[in-house]
């Protein structure tokens, strides 16, 4: 990649959170129950584990509230991570590793041998059934004891199919409206990427590796906490919900 000294990459870190939010309007909410989280069971000073980051969304919101935390970031993404570097290069505190999680030798990239907290967001549902079982085996192995993992993502409740139907529908008559008012949707904002002279290669590199769309699973809740429960942690539980997504806590 070849960087120039005029791109604004808080910029592009805006435009992927307001891209986010176009599908994940309680975003917001839900980092906020994880960093509470992290403070009851890991305290202010944590070391973190920010899995499939992204462009760091969730390292960023970590530093600005706990000021003396550590945040490593790994992904595979590397238009994402190119944001994800140009934001943070000035920032001592948080450091980002080019990984795939579906590795069984990612591990052996990261600094450190434990963290205190593990968090992900909306990144997960990528992986199949089966690679995510191993990865939450691997991450009960780096979780110190007493330590959390946290997973918000897409897991409906397959029971209530008249619920989810109604949700579904009230989502997107929102996402319609804003779409209209000039909201960018997964598409319109990877164009753009695409069409920006720094972001274009890695952009292009990124469809290489996952294509369009990465066809993954979308477990309940309860398959991720008895899953959880299976690869070595103590406790796992829903600690928040919305309609359609939910956020487990497994604790080592």
């Not at 791109?7 to 839900?30: G, I, K, V």
């Not at 780096?142 to 139907?165: K, Q, Y």
């Not at 990465?214 to 899953?227: I, K, M, Q, V, Y």
Request: hydrophobic share 45%.
């Amino acid at each position: 990649m070849t960087e120039t000294p005029n791109t604004d990459w808080n910029a592009w870190q805006t435009s992927w959170d307001r891209q986010q939010e176009w599908y994940l309007p309680d975003r917001e909410e839900r980092f906020r129950v994880m960093l509470d989280m992290v403070e009851a069971f890991a305290g202010a000073e944590a070391r973190v584990l920010d899995l499939a980051c992204g462009t760091g969304s969730i390292s960023g919101r970590l530093l600005e509230r706990f000021p003396k935390a550590v945040s490593v970031g790994v992904d595979l993404d590397p238009a994402l991570l190119a944001i994800a570097h140009g934001t943070f290069a000035d920032e001592p505190r948080v450091t980002f590793v080019t990984a795939d999680l579906t590795d069984p030798a990612w591990t052996a990239k990261l600094p450190y041998d434990s963290f205190d907290a593990v968090l992900t967001a909306t990144a997960l549902h990528w992986l199949h059934l089966e690679p995510l079982r191993a990865l939450y085996g691997q991450l009960a192995g780096l979780v110190r004891e007493g330590g959390v993992f946290l997973n918000a993502d897409h897991m409906p409740d397959e029971t209530t199919p008249r619920i989810n139907a109604a949700d579904r529908a009230q989502r997107h008559a929102r996402m319609d409206r804003a779409k209209a008012e000039g909201a960018l949707d997964w598409r319109a904002w990877w164009e753009l990427a695409a069409a920006d002279p720094v972001l274009a290669g890695p952009t292009a590199e990124r469809f290489e590796i996952y294509g369009e769309h990465a066809d993954g699973e979308t477990p309940s809740a309860d398959w991720h906490t008895a899953t959880l429960r299976e690869a070595g942690f103590a406790e796992a539980r829903t600690v928040w919900r919305s309609p359609s997504d939910a956020m487990v806590l497994a604790l080592k």
